[in-house]
């Protein structure tokens, strides 16, 4: 008998009714990163950066320029943004929060950049300092700055499916915001669940409404955070309603602010798994993502959650076996 | 501001196509503890039990009669079926391995069995003594055994989506596999991702498969390992072809042999979480299971896996506050 090995590659079967290819965006380095209380050296989130652009991913969300009083982590946007080297045709995008965020982006020579919304009230006081109204006030000024220079923008609409103080988050409110951002010039339009909780039939049902809203389905993107273990069957949902960008972090980087042991991002090995075996084409190498995740859970200390990394690696979530650098 | 909690449950929007109500079959105390080096005490499965009764299982496996030598963990079947008082109505299921685990079962006051066919020889010859082949003739003789005294039997066809010896595993062979099962009487056949590597199009196939072969879908079962993440999209790739039952174990009890790291069953809350969300009926409470989750971490000492348990007692994976018994 031979020895047992884990499968390193799906067995691709396709559906119909699924797209040729999809973008997969990956967040690790931004919105992965910002949720942990040690601050990584820049020369860490230097290599994350290269390891995933070695990987294949072609959409990479670097960091934010934010007040380094808000977020200590992104203290170093500037220098993190100054030691990527994207290849040829890639994104490499800054989220920036205000006006003064994105002009220090632009002096970083960032050249795409993401603003974000929140649908509710309660997460716009609590993270940015304003309320609904105001976060797209704020936003849709940088979307018209932004687009007067040519430099395309990403429009995150937060607490898309459902929020931690304000509990079920209206529809109307979140059609409003992808509508009026999209309307402002944005290019992409990516409906955050940002606490988790949605499943597939609303998914399908924001993803319908803001389409009748006038905002293209392929303009929408699909940011989906794993807290609840929905991510991945909301993706499928995503993409049986024609979504074709979806958001993940490497090795499920991230946490959730008010629950210590919930997950962050869905894992992007654990999105591409799915998404090639579906024959559904993403440029991403699954070995090297679970390598990376590996590689990060060493120099954390910290175990990844991505269950392909996992299981291919053979490294326990509990602990990594990875040295670190 | 008030204190942002989580979610304790879904926002309700169901989808087209899909059933007003599945079984959710409950594997925790026979698949997840059989993984366990540590023996448990039978008082604790016991209490397992009656918990899971009590948070509105109806279908529940409790044990195997393997031969003691084969699996210490589950020596005590007789005990755990003895103590356990299943509610009016609800389904107590023993698995058995051949005709004496059979006997055995019967005589501990089982009235419902399982019995279990590789659709590999790899996987027989490992964990069953015999092959592909023997293990469908050993086990149909069960299941004409049990038919002729009006004792239902559920047929597992395991390693139905790939196998770590193996590789790809021959769709045909799992076909048949689920007709002679079918054709010998058992009324439920459980197609099995042991190693939890299949994506939605491969459930999908083998859903169509079966059925193509004489095997309704209104008699299948999906058993989701969620050793790559996949399980929750093939269960719903699984409800969109018709499929109403469900395995889980509560917690993600269960591990993966081959990779240490690697998760073991579908949490029984992750799904129940989706379901209710989509408006399917599964009897189930979401705060009893996760309370559940908790508690038997606690008597283990390990993390529980579940995503949702996670989020709703606000417990780190790695480390539970509940007290142990």
Redesign the interface.
């Known amino acids: ?2 020895t ?4 390193s590659h ?6 119909e009714g699924m797209p040729a290819a999809v973008t997969v965006y990956e967040v690790g380095p931004r919105d992965g990163l910002q949720a942990e209380t040690d601050v990584i050296p820049t020369a860490v989130k230097s290599e994350l950066c290269a390891r995933l652009f070695a990987a294949g991913t072609r959409a990479l969300e670097l960091t934010s320029f934010v007040p380094p009083s808000w977020v200590p982590q992104l203290a170093d946007a500037h220098a993190v943004v100054a030691s990527v080297r994207p290849p040829e045709g890639a994104r490499a995008v800054a989220l920036v929060p205000n006006r003064r965020g994105f002009e220090d982006a632009l002096a970083a020579g960032v050249r795409e950049v993401a603003v974000v919304v929140s649908a509710t009230d ?1 997460f716009a ?2 993270n940015l300092n304003t309320d609904r109204a105001g976060s797209l006030a704020r936003s849709a000024a940088v979307v018209t700055d932004a687009r007067a220079i040519g430099i395309p923008v990403r429009g995150y609409v937060s607490m898309a ?2 929020d ?2 304000e ?2 988050v209206d529809v109307a409110a979140v059609v409003d915001a992808a509508a009026e951002l999209y309307g402002a010039g944005c290019r992409t339009i990516a409906l955050g669940d940002t ?8 998914v ?2 924001i993803v319908d409404a803001v389409e009748d809203a006038g905002v293209p389905r392929s303009a929408l993107a699909l940011h989906l955070h ?5 991510a ?2 909301n ?3 995503g993409l049986q309603s024609g979504v074709t960008e979806f958001d993940s972090s490497v090795g499920g980087l991230g946490r ?8 962050g991002n869905l ?1 992007t090995e ?1 999105l591409v ?2 998404l ?4 559904i084409r993403t440029g991403l190498d699954i070995a090297a993502l679970a390598r990376t995740s590996s590689w990060l859970a060493g120099v954390r200390g910290r ?1 990844h959650v ?3 990394a ?2 291919l ?7 990594s076996e990875e040295p670190s650098v």
Chains 1, 2 share one sequence.
């Open positions: 008998m031979t047992p090995l884990p499968r799906p067995r691709v079967v396709p559906r309660a006081r609590a499916f459902g931690p103080w509990g079920d606490i988790g909780v949605a499943t597939p039939g609303d399908e049902r794993d807290t609840y273990g929905q991945l069957a993706v499928l949902a959730c602010p008010y629950a210590p042991g919930a997950t894992a654990d798994w799915m090639e075996g579906l024959g175990p991505s269950r392909v996992a299981a690696t053979r490294t326990p979530p509990e602990l």
